[in-house]
């Protein structure tokens, strides 16, 4: 492997050694320059490659998370290095959402919203301890407790709030599970060959909020309260 001079030969000879397969020898000399690779090997790696460093956050900051969230990406901590400078506004034009902050029932529907509206491949990044499980508001009549009840969560971000390196981390993250998927593993990349997936319910918005995903859970627990409230009666009338 070919020392670094400064324009980026490490990543280059890292990114041949992942492909190369082991069973087939290559020159020392020229392992530099040549992998030896099955051609979906080859096609996941480019295909991997060009996602992980051209992901478009869609910014969602909600409360102090989103100060870190700022911080992340300007000068000092430079998310840029990670392709991942440009933050979108508009759900339309961005791939991974960066939920930095406490979700609250009237927000929790909008951001629903929004994520229907992304195309796929999409990710989500749950960022703070409020945005994981509800935070030191968790008991709160009207804050959520977790993000992953009502959308899927593909990296959380623990901290209150987390630091700039942290949310970095977690961009790494990311890139990691990205790596992983394989355009010949349906499972991995479901957006192909099935078509766009359903859409997630929106949340339904009354004295409190629900998943309708949940109707028939909350139609036993409402039967079983019933049964209890009339039992006492039933009681009454046999005495």
Known sequence: MS????????HHDDFLQELHN??????????SAVAVTSFTKLLDSIYNWGRRNSIW?????????????????????DQARFGMEVI?????QADLMLV????????????VRLYNQMPEP???????????????????????????????VDVY????????????????????????????NPNSTPWYGRGPGDEVPL???????????????????????QAAADAPEAEDTTA
């Open 122 to 152: 999409k990710y989500v990044l749950a960022m703070g301890a409020c945005a994981i499980g509800g935070g030191p508001f968790k008991e709160g009549y009207n804050v959520v407790s977790g993000i992953d009840k009502y959308i899927p």
């Open 157 to 184: 971000v623990p901290g209150c709030p987390p630091t700039p390196q942290a949310l970095l981390h977690g961009l790494i993250m990311l890139q990691k599970k990205i790596d992983r998927q394989s355009l010949g």
């Open 22 to 31: 082991p069973d087939v020898p290559v020159p020392e000399n020229m392992r």
């Open 57 to 77: 956050p869609m910014a969602f900051g909600l409360a102090c998370c989103a100060i870190e969230m700022i911080a992340t990406a300007a000068s000092r901590f």
């Open 100 to 111: 930095s902050g406490t979700v609250t029932k009237k927000m929790i529907v909008p951001i």
């Open 88 to 92: 979108r506004a508009s759900p339309r």
């Open 3 to 10: 020392q670094n001079n400064g324009n980026g030969n490490n």
């Open 203 to 225: 949340p339904v918005l009354g004295p409190d909020v629900f998943d309708p995903r949940q109707v028939h859970v909350l139609g036993r627990q409402a039967k079983a309260a």
